[in-house]
């Protein structure tokens, strides 16, 4: 019987083991990246670079971006009224039991209250409010206006207590989360998008401040805070890998009075607008802290702004002043790459210097378009080309370009349908860019009158075409001749389900080329 036994087990062994056998792991799937653009998210435009190895989690951590900024929202936001911060203002002197995010936003607001002496206080809307009065009555505020804003500014607004998690509101002040509030929140939403399996890596910028986490390195261009158009030169560029980038500047929104500029930025301790400084971008570790010095940059002196930068590991800084000074951290050279230019780097042949070239050199073609919004929520920003034609409908120019991912490029049928032959990519697709915050929705690009291989065109007419396409939606398409000569003109065109406001700008340049 033994004997038996062992004759079964040696033929039935091997055959066991050819049946089940050992797991050999397969080729590991390779990320690729996933982008899509927002607009109407915390009142500006949105970024999402989504590193995964498949459509389906990519989407899921889409929407876990989604679902943690709208959940942040209801809690942070002073411009919804149901929101838990606007709840809580309505109360006075009661201790109020308070979620953690709202706790710790009012405990970190304190600490960079006491950090930068001042110079960041969720109170400041107090003076922000009155200078919009004077832009509204163009006048400026009287010295005793804004004394009292100042003095008001310097009350306690608040009192936490850790133990029992609570805050009692104790002012009347109006009050604004804001400074460093978007960077958390930022910061909040990609946490929750890596939480998804199958995500290596992803970017979330809003407004021009981002987080960069997971497995990637991405390439930043800094927007130049003194030009006016999306597809103009950066000042810098960097490398970033695992931190965050913020950049704050009085370049985008403010307040005009008797035809003088006032920053939207504004000093709590002496009530003016800021003024010296164009533009603060940091990098650092923590999100919060990035936003919180980018802000503060922008209002106190240059000496300030350094022995604060130091007290924070890892923070690196550019800020540019009024006079275009540059002021770097000790560390910023590590941070950057060399700048890439949108045309080929090429000398305009000589032979151009001998005739007149599209209105001239001192002249440009700037183009402003916003494009529709729905009154709440996020909304996926349609595809959109911007290119240049001559009389004869021969490409000329690819002024800007924003898509999805090349995948659905054809979806904008009649530039894809010039272009797909010479197009290669649009180094602002691949690049995230850090801003000053832009309003959501509207845009501004510009034309050199330079074509693809950056030789200025010759003097004549012109075809002006926009494209705007959703991926199995709407499509629209705009055209406009122009001509390029020594006249300034202004065109104002038609707008469409996706775009309005439109408006060709033929002017005198405002910058060098």
């Known amino acids: 019987m033994k004997f038996l036994i062992g004759i079964i087990a040696t033929f039935l062994f091997p055959a066991l083991c050819y049946a089940n056998p ?23 435009s949105m970024e999402l670079k989504i590193s995964a190895t498949s459509q389906q989690s990519s989407e899921k951590a889409e929407s876990a971006v989604l679902h943690e900024i709208d959940r942040l929202s209801k809690i942070l936001s002073a411009y919804d009224a149901n929101s838990e911060f606007s709840r809580w203002m309505r109360t006075l002197n009661q201790p109020v ?6 706790f710790e936003v009012l405990r970190l607001f304190d600490q960079w209250r006491t ?11 107090v003076i922000t409010r009155l200078w919009k009065l004077a832009a509204a009555r163009q ?9 009292a804003a100042v003095a008001e500014v310097r009350q306690p607004h608040w009192q936490l207590d850790p133990v029992t998690r609570t805050a009692v509101h104790l002012s009347h002040a109006p009050l604004m989360l804001n400074s460093f509030t978007k960077s958390y929140i930022i910061k909040h ?31 930043i261009s800094i927007s130049d805070p003194q030009a006016d158009a999306e597809n103009e030169a950066p000042i810098d560029a960097l490398q970033i890998s695992n931190k965050a980038v913020a950049t704050s500047g009085n370049y985008r929104r403010g307040e005009l009075i008797n035809g003088h500029w006032y920053s939207h930025i504004v000093d709590p301790r002496s009530g003016q607008p800021a003024g010296d400084i164009l533009s603060a971008t940091v990098v650092a570790p923590n999100a ?35 006079n275009r000074e540059r002021i770097a951290s000790p560390g910023w050279a590590a941070l950057e790459q060399p700048l890439k230019t949108e045309l080929p780097d090429k000398t305009v042949p000589k032979i151009n210097k001998l005739i007149p070239h599209a209105g001239s050199k001192d002249f440009e073609l ?37 898509h999805g991912s090349d995948r659905y490029m054809p979806e904008l049928k009649s530039w894809y349908l010039k272009y797909r032959g010479i197009y290669n990519t649009d180094n602002n697709f691949k690049t995230s860019v850090t801003s000053a915050t832009r309003s959501a929705g509207k845009y501004t690009v510009k034309w050199d009158g330079k074509d693809d291989q950056g030789n200025f065109v010759k003097p004549g007419n012109y075809i002006i075409k926009i494209e705007a396409s959703r991926e199995h939606g709407t499509y629209q398409l705009m055209r406009q001749e122009i001509s390029c000569d020594e006249t300034p003109k202004v ?12 408006t060709l700008d033929y002017r005198k340049k405002t910058t060098g080329n």
Do not use: C
């Open 189 to 219: 939403a990609a946490d929750a998008a890596r939480s998804i399996s199958q995500v290596d890596a992803i970017i979330v910028n809003i407004g021009g401040d981002l987080v960069v986490t997971g497995d990637l390195n991405e390439s």
């Open 491 to 502: 065109i104002n065109l038609t707008g469409n389900i996706e775009i309005s406001a439109t």
């Open 115 to 125: 950090r930068s002496g001042g110079a960041l206080d969720a109170s400041a809307e």
């Open 22 to 44: 050992p797991a050999v792991p397969g080729p590991k799937k390779t990320a690729r990246l996933y982008t899509s653009h927002y607009e109407n998210v915390l009142g500006t």
């Open 139 to 147: 006048q400026l505020p009287t010295p005793e206006e804004l004394s």
């Open 366 to 402: 700037v183009i402003n378009l916003e494009i529709n919004l729905q009154k709440e929520g996020a909304v996926k920003r349609p595809y959109i080309a911007v290119w240049v034609e001559d009389e004869n409908h021969a490409p000329v120019r690819t002024i800007t370009v924003w």
């Open 288 to 322: 919060t802290d990035a936003g919180a010095l980018a802000t503060a940059f922008n209002i106190m002196t240059i000496p300030e702004s350094i022995r604060l930068a130091l007290s924070v590991p890892g923070a690196e800084y550019l800020i540019i002043t009024r």
């Open 97 to 102: 039991a308070v979620s953690d995010e709202l």
